[in-house]
């Protein structure tokens, strides 16, 4: 399943986009990297060129793909792909600006707020947009299982955690560009094990922070992704993991991995790029399912055209 996986942590910042690849051959995965995404257009066109050759290419993002059910159905759209196509014309022209003040909020303004000051609440957010309270700003897949933290709602743009302005920029940079090019959409378009069996780019949603367990390397609660020494501590059993595997490392990487990716804090972006990967390949060769949900959390017909999933979750 799957010729060629790419896997990028996404920023709206492009000096923090980074990803990493792998490629099938004969004898187990060809995995290098990480390098910055650089220019959109060019990354997504060597893609393209990738699956003209007769390749099967999937690409997984570190960024929402997909809606809240109870926002999607307030639009009139038909599912995601019709609103996201539509977005940013006519009088949904402005659903991609940042709201700075609580009365902009709306359905055609969702994303909130532009910057933190004080007295901004979530609460604003909720009348906004006309929901019943917050949890309904979260897709299925945002909601932690077991009692978790949840993920952060794309909508509310405050924080160190906060997805919506990654989210925006994901969409308009890959999402649409790639759809318009011909890529196909997990899991609007279907599973995996079929969109993988012929040529083609699909593209699908990912969480880094999913993939340090799959590959028998969590980060334990007294670690950081952004300390150096952290992320090093992980290099042995990553290794490990790549030898078990069928996961040939090139020089460059398993240099990466063995200095853990640089002394900077900003060390994290290239680390989850990787780490991203090494959760695709597990998922590519059957090791890990593409989704481990309870069936009736997304059996709904209505969600499954607006919210999505995350690889592996």
Known sequence: MFDVLIHADWSKDPRKRWFARADRTPSGW?????????????FLDKAFADSAAGQSVLMGFDFPIGLPRAYGAKTGFRDFRQALQIFGTAEWTRVFD???????????RPFYPLKGTKGVRRAELVEGLGLA?????LRACDVAAGGGSSACSMFWTLGGNQVGKAAIAGWLEVIRPGLASGARLWPFDGALRD???????????????????????????????????DRRS??????????????????????????????KPDGEDPFDAVMGLFAMIEIADGRRPEVSYV????QDAESSLWEGWILGR
């Open 30 to 42: 060809q995995a290098d990297g990480p390098w910055l995404v650089g220019d959109c257009a060019v």
């Open 295 to 298: 069936e009736s959390e997304i």
């Open 195 to 229: 969109l993988g069996t012929n040529p083609g780019v699909v593209l699908a949603e990912s969480y880094p922070a999913l993939a340090y367990a799959a590959i028998g390397a969590p980060m334990k609660a007294s670690e950081s992704k952004r300390r150096q020494a």
């Open 133 to 137: 309270d917050f949890s309904e700003t």
């Open 234 to 263: 992980k290099a042995d059993v990553v290794t490990a993991w790549a030898a078990l595997s069928g996961v040939n490392l090139s020089d460059r990487l398993a240099a990466q991995i063995q200095h853990g990716f640089g002394p």
């Open 98 to 108: 940042v709201a700075e003040h609580a009365h902009e909020v709306s359905l055609q």
